[in-house]
């Protein structure tokens, strides 16, 4: 019955999230969730949103969290901007910032979601490969362009860039938006909010979804000037005026308020991820250095299809990418407790033996 599909529906290759199964005991390493689950000041801040008051539309515009972050991050309120997720946030910046007559640029090696957008809102798009290191280098970007996106650290590699070279990007490409999306940066990353200021085309992104422990929230936000926020409201209001409903706002607000929960548990994937990537050179892997809460990492003499589909028979789910060619020996394996790494580190030692 595709007669009835609008024209572009029939180009689309829609983006394809991780598995999430619905066997219990599982290790679940697959979508770089955080294994320490959300503050409870953030859940009883929910909680209590669970009442009467849901007959009513949410604040449209989420002001009491809009400045809430502008606190955190020392920046006006104007310069704020919420959504269902980063996802999301994504979704209406491409079509409000980055659809041009010269092509948008992005790494070869990268979140896999960038030229599903493309494909959705017709934006010309080239891909610049990461160097043989798997770093993104700001010389490749040397060429006509729309806008510039890349994660940063850059997802699935986790290698993450200095803030002077994201200083030299923004001075490089003046005249056009380049997006750091931030989803994984307080895993030891540099955010970029510092240069906003500054830099009339920069505009950050990030998400509740990693560090705060709310994927299944859905929150992620924008940072940048009031010109690019208020492109991204005038996407929006032409959308969803209500994407973040009454208990999202509210939860938001609390987990950014409770910032001793935020530090006491990437603090503690930090030093998982350490160990563990430690223990995967004890067993030969070459793993990227990782700024990230996963590791990409590769055994020399180990197809990673292979030790995939053996972790999976021991009820252990990493993620596995075929394409590009250049990655398909590495696995992306979330940083989950010590219990579930050293679970992990227990089965690639029977499955190496
Ligand atoms: C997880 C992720 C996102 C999306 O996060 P949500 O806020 O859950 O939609 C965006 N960008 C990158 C690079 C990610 O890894």
Not at 50 to 55: C, E, N, Q, R, S
Not at 145 to 152: D, R, T
Not at 179 to 184: C, T
Not at 334 to 345: F, K, M, N, S
Request: glycine share 6%; hydrophobic share 45%; charged share 20%.
């Amino acid at each position: 019955m595709s007669q009835f599909w609008s024209k572009i529906v029939h180009t689309l290759t829609p983006y394809v999230p991780g598995e999430q199964p619905k066997l219990t005991n599982l290790i679940k390493l697959n979508t770089n969730e955080n294994p320490y689950g959300p503050s409870p000041k953030a859940l009883a801040a929910m909680q209590a949103q669970i009442a009467d008051t849901l007959k009513l539309y949410p604040d449209a515009a989420s002001t009491p969290l809009l400045q809430t972050i502008a606190q955190h991050y020392g920046v006006p309120v104007d310069h704020v901007f919420v959504g269902n997720g980063s996802d999301e946030v994504l979704a209406l910046l491409f079509p409000a910032l980055l659809k041009h007559d010269a092509p948008l640029l992005f790494p070869d090696i990268t979140y896999s979601f960038y030229p599903v957008y493309c494909g959705l809102y017709e934006i010309n798009y080239q891909t610049v490969p990461l160097n043989a290191r798997f770093e993104i280098d700001v010389a490749d970007y040397d060429r006509p362009c729309g806008g510039i996106i890349f994660p940063n650290p850059n997802a699935p590699t986790g290698v993450g860039l200095p803030l002077a070279t994201i200083e030299e990007f923004l001075k490089r490409h003046a005249d056009c938006v380049v997006v750091v999306d931030e989803a994984y940066i307080d895993f030891g990353g540099e955010t970029a909010v510092s240069l906003v200021a500054q830099y009339p085309n920069l505009l950050v992104v990030q998400t509740l979804s990693k560090s705060r422990s709310l994927a299944g929230l859905r929150v992620g936000l924008a940072i940048g000037q009031p010109h690019l926020i208020e492109a991204l409201v005038r996407v929006k209001d032409s959308f969803n005026s209500y994407p973040l409903d009454r208990v999202a706002q509210a939860g938001a607000v609390a987990a950014f308020e409770d910032v001793a929960y935020f530090d006491d548990t990437r603090s503690k994937v930090i030093a998982t991820r350490e160990w563990f990537t430690a223990e995967l050179a004890q067993l030969g892997f070459e793993t990227l250095p990782s700024q990230a809460n996963f590791v990409f990492t590769r055994h020399p003499q180990h197809a990673a299809a292979e030790l995939a589909t053996a972790l999976r028979e021991r009820s252990i789910i990493v993620r596995h990418f075929k394409r590009p060619e250049r990655i398909a020996q590495f696995l992306r394996i979330t940083i989950g407790t010590p219990e579930e790494c050293a679970a992990l580190v227990t089965a690639l030692k029977e499955i190496l033996a």
